[in-house]
């Protein structure tokens, strides 16, 4: 039953889900979104040397997380051209699951970054995605790319030029959902949410957000009477749209100055944080109209100890999230708010920008410095092992079958128990 269960649920919530599988990890937060594989059984010690299947360098400069179908894994990066001072080529690779062995790579665009970008951010932080038919990558102000799996360019588009707070740089992914593709742009222009046909690239729906520069990726939820909705964070308000037709359905205020976490959503309820100058986590009730501030549809809320840059963890019933882009971690009840523990340091995690995942019983946190500690998946703080990738890790983990894909600041490691 439990397998069914999890089954049904890839059915619901998957892209494109007759083309991908249990065990792939085809969007940065895992099958569902919110940062937990189904089945994946991924060896809880390991290094730079110690239960790697492969490591292959990757060029130039991304935080990107990688994504795997079948036996393709997916990665995007900006390499400086040479000769041309300011100007990247940004390009879609895809490794072989098996030996780590390039099988295609393909420049999507060679570009002059028209704005700067903060120093611990490049030109590639989006994390693309798959359908299991088709790639795709989103380098921002450089546009979407389309590819089929086997790396045939199938369309783009050109969303315009950002103007991004302070110069920050550009991030926001992308995410497929079944014939759609949705693109945030949330930035110091007119910011909108995109709906673009996944065969096509061309425009469904458009809906204008009011809302400053945002990192956040969209999430498609389904409420408990089957509505499929779109929930975005943002600095004005967390919101949630029809998935067909854009429509705001929903919105709540409380949120943080320029958001960068991502949703979380299961049994019909939404989860949005925020942690920059403020903090904020509101469960929603997907079920709500309007303006849900002050209503029963406000579930509950925290103002203390949410995360900045990682989004939270949703697993078993429990959220785990960062305190701003420390390593202090928070774990509570998903359903009522009650804390399990709050603010604990784990041993080598200290300053956080990738997402906490879980697989196979346990949590995986991954610090800047390239130290990933792994904890039991259970209402109890327990510390399983310390790792140390032996570089920096800014990219949020992929976890699939018995592998443990991590995207250092120069290779791309795939893990597996000997």
Not at 170 to 178: L, Y
Request: proline share 6%; with cysteine.
């Amino acid at each position: 039953m439990r397998r069914l269960a999890r089954l049904l649920a890839i059915l619901l919530l998957s892209p494109a889900a007759s083309a991908l599988r249990a065990d792939d990890w085809a969007h940065w937060r895992g099958p569902l979104g919110n940062g937990a594989s189904l089945d994946a059984t991924p060896p809880v010690e390991f290094s730079a040397t110690k239960n790697v299947r492969w490591k292959m360098e990757i060029p130039g400069r991304g935080s990107s997380s990688p994504v795997v179908h079948s036996q393709r894994v997916f990665v995007t990066t900006a390499v400086p051209v040479a000769g041309k001072e300011g100007a990247f080529d940004f390009r879609v690779i895809c490794l072989d699951r098996a030996t780590g062995r390039e099988l295609w790579s393909r420049s999507a665009v060679t570009a002059t970054p028209h704005e700067g970008t903060h120093q611990t951010n490049g030109f590639a932080s989006a994390s693309p995605c798959t359908d299991g038919e088709r790639v795709y990558a989103h380098f921002g102000s450089r546009g979407l790319f389309c590819f089929t799996v086997d790396g045939e360019p199938v369309w783009d588009r050109d969303f315009g030029d950002m103007k991004v707070r302070n110069g920050f740089g550009e991030g926001s992914s992308p995410t497929v959902h079944g014939d759609l593709v949705l693109v945030p742009w949330d930035h110091e222009g007119p910011s909108m949410l995109f709906a673009v046909d996944a065969r096509t690239g061309k425009t469904v729906w458009e809906t204008p957000r009011d809302e400053p520069t945002g990192w956040c990726t969209p999430l498609v939820a389904v409420d408990k009477s089957g509505r499929k909705q779109v929930v975005m964070n943002g600095q004005n308000a967390a919101r949630g749209y029809d998935l067909a037709t854009g429509r705001e359905l929903w919105r709540c205020a409380g949120q943080t100055q320029r958001p960068c976490a991502s949703a979380v959503a299961a049994d019909g309820v939404a989860w949005v944080t925020s942690g920059f100058r403020g903090s904020f986590l509101g469960a929603f009730n997907l079920a709500g109209d309007g303006d849900l501030e002050g209503s029963g549809n406000v579930l509950w809320t925290r103002a203390k100890d949410t995360p900045d840059v990682a989004s939270p963890l949703l697993s078993n019933g429990r959220l785990w999230f960062f305190k701003e882009k420390s390593g202090l971690l928070t774990c509570v009840d998903a359903v009522t708010g009650t804390p399990l523990w709050e603010t604990a340091r784990v041993e080598g995690v200290n300053n956080t920008y990738a997402s906490p995942i879980a697989a196979g019983g346990h949590v995986y946190l991954a610090d800047r410095r390239g130290t990933i500690a792994v904890l039991e998946d259970g209402p109890v703080l327990k510390l399983v092992a310390t790792n140390d990738m032996g570089e920096g890790v800014d990219a949020t983990p992929a976890a699939a079958g018995s592998q443990l894909f991590v995207r250092g600041e120069r290779h791309l490691f795939c893990m597996e128990s000997e």
